[in-house]
């Protein structure tokens, strides 16, 4: 392996999915930093040629609960300063919102299930064009101001910031391009008091997984190695 990629996982049954084997085969050695047992260290984070940040179900403007947020901002605004090459999933590109100035706040209503983007012009010709037209995982409460110099690329009705770049070297998906793999089942248990909390039924989730996950892989794995092909380094 030739290059690293650096993955902060929040809970462990929210991983790479289908960008794992993307990231092999692209040459990457991936290694985890899991939160709250892995200190985080500023030395790895800003030599790792890739950082990807994943999600979890707390908020970024949680801080006082969850004092590790104040670090991780902090390490991720170091990154996207110097234009390392970085990328975040749900709370990760929450993160990475509040590191580039925006306003991270509870949205308007949870979006959970499988549904299509509405992609913007700028979205059309970049690394989500594969996923016009085609169900993605969303699973979040939160939603982000659009961060100054950031280029929109998704939305949906309910969440106008679905996804958005800085540049070439930083994206940000508010939606689960990663998920979709084995594992969808600890999804469930793991989010249980969540989905129970927004009236969701977890039949019906398993039933629309197990429906569209043959569906899931491919334009996943072509949006990353897109992305990837594109960056500055």
């Known amino acids: 392996m030739s ?3 650096l993955v902060v ?9 289908h960008f794992a ?3 092999a085969s692209s040459g990457y050695g991936v290694s985890y930093c899991d939160v709250g047992l892995d200190a985080f260290d500023p030395a790895t984070f800003a030599a790792a040629d890739l950082l990807i940040v994943l999600g ?31 990328l ?33 012009s700028a979205g059309r010709v970049s690394c989500l064009s594969v996923f016009e037209g085609k169900p993605v995982l969303h699973w979040h409460g939160d939603t982000f101001g659009l961060p100054a110099g950031a280029t929109l690329l998704a939305s949906t009705q309910i969440c106008t910031q679905q996804a958005f770049s800085l540049g070439r070297n930083a994206i940000g998906f508010q939606f689960h391009p990663e998920a979709g793999a084995a594992g969808f089942e ?8 969540e989905l129970a909390a927004a009236g ?28 990837l092909s594109q960056l500055e380094v």
């Open 9 to 17: 996982r929040h809970v462990a049954f929210e991983d790479l999915g």
């Open 3 to 5: 290059k690293s990629a």
């Open 56 to 86: 979890g179900p707390i908020g970024v403007y949680e801080e006082d609960k969850y004092p590790f947020l104040t670090q991780e901002v902090e390490l991720i605004r170091a990154r996207l300063a110097a234009k390392s090459p970085t």
């Open 186 to 193: 600890r999804w469930l248990i793991g989010h249980t008091s």
């Open 200 to 227: 969701k039924s977890i039949p019906a989730l398993r039933a629309d997984y197990e429906r569209l996950a043959s569906q899931l892989a491919k334009p996943a794995e072509e949006c990353l190695l897109k992305w």
């Open 88 to 120: 975040g999933i749900c709370l990760g590109a929450q993160l990475m919102a509040r590191a580039l100035g925006a306003r991270v706040y509870p949205g308007p209503a949870k979006e959970i299930g499988f549904s299509p983007l509405t992609l913007t």
């Open 21 to 23: 084997p993307v990231l």
